[in-house]
């Protein structure tokens, strides 16, 4: 089933369009699934992996959407001009649109910070979906610490004579309602402090979850955060399959890196039953 991408602006009203590549297989389609891009470098660092792994998903009948969230990538405006809600609700219409058109059951698929937003969508949505999440952040605080401490370093190495910062003044400076400059990025509060208080809550519609973390060590264990998680996730009713798999952390290494041990345990988990495939003809 060959695959086919289609490159287009979803409009959402005057100067609000998101760049998308819908991912539209030929024949019957299996599923919708909408994929939901890290923050900041790790989108592109990560956009070789994703681009790999949509193609995979429509050669195997799937349907499947990327889309630059408000301020990124293709998008319109820049992220000065987006809050975290902007791109939940950007999620929600990528996702909306998706199923408009083919009217298939939904999936999302997250990675990093991107797992945070398709649960937070999902759960606006109050529908069932199935999760793919590939390498999930916990919670979205330790992202935003992660990312101010760039400033910090960067700081660290000025020979200008540049005051130094800290996290913590940083912080004070996006409660203020101040935007932020960290690593060519004008992170503004309205991104900041959603990211920070976000947590991968489990939506109230059980489905299926394929819960993929990465690992160069020879036997790798899954974190105790990650299992503390995923138990979570269980007692809410949420069916999760959680792997570790042999690759590296490419969203965040200097050179662009592969893991198709991840594409591979994604197509695995999302394979059809038979029963479906008899409701998709």
């Known amino acids: ?4 991408a ?7 009203g005057p100067r609000r369009r998101r760049f998308c590549i819908h991912h539209a297989p030929v024949g019957a389609v299996q ?20 681009s790999q792994c949509a193609r995979a998903l429509c050669a195997a009948g799937h349907a499947v959407l990327q889309i630059d969230l408000l301020g990124c990538g293709d998008s319109d405006g820049d992220i000065g001009d987006a809050s975290w809600d902007d791109w939940v609700r950007d999620v929600v219409a990528a996702a909306q649109w998706l ?4 009217g298939r059951p939904l999936a999302f698929w997250g990675l990093r910070s991107g797992a945070l937003l398709a649960t937070q969508a999902a759960a606006l949505m109050r529908q069932t979906a199935d999760f793919v999440f590939w390498q999930p952040a916990i ?3 330790p992202l935003l610490q992660q990312f101010l401490r760039l400033k910090v370093a960067a700081r660290l190495h000025d020979d200008g004579g540049s005051p130094r910062e800290s996290t913590s003044a940083l912080r004070a400076a996006l409660e203020a309602g101040r935007s932020v400059e960290v690593a060519g990025y004008n992170l503004p509060p309205g991104v900041a402090l959603g990211m920070s208080s976000a947590s991968l809550e489990p939506p109230s519609h059980p489905g299926a979850v394929t819960w993929l973390e990465l690992s160069t060590r020879p036997d790798p264990t899954l974190l105790p955060a990650s299992t503390t998680a995923i138990e979570h996730w269980r007692r809410a009713g949420h069916r999760v ?4 798999l042999a690759g590296p952390a490419f969203w965040s290494t200097t050179e662009i ?15 059809p039953t038979t029963s479906e495939t008899e409701r998709a003809t």
């Open 1 to 4: 089933m060959p695959a086919a």
């Open 6 to 12: 289609h490159p287009f602006f979803l409009d959402l």
């Open 31 to 50: 599923r919708c699934i909408v994929y939901t891009h890290p923050f900041a470098e790790e989108m592109n660092k990560s956009r070789r992996m994703a």
């Open 99 to 102: 199923q408009q058109r083919h």
């Open 139 to 141: 919670r979205g605080d």
């Open 241 to 244: 399959d959680a792997q570790m």
């Open 257 to 271: 890196e592969e893991a198709p041990a991840l594409v591979h345990a994604t197509l695995a988990a999302l394979a």
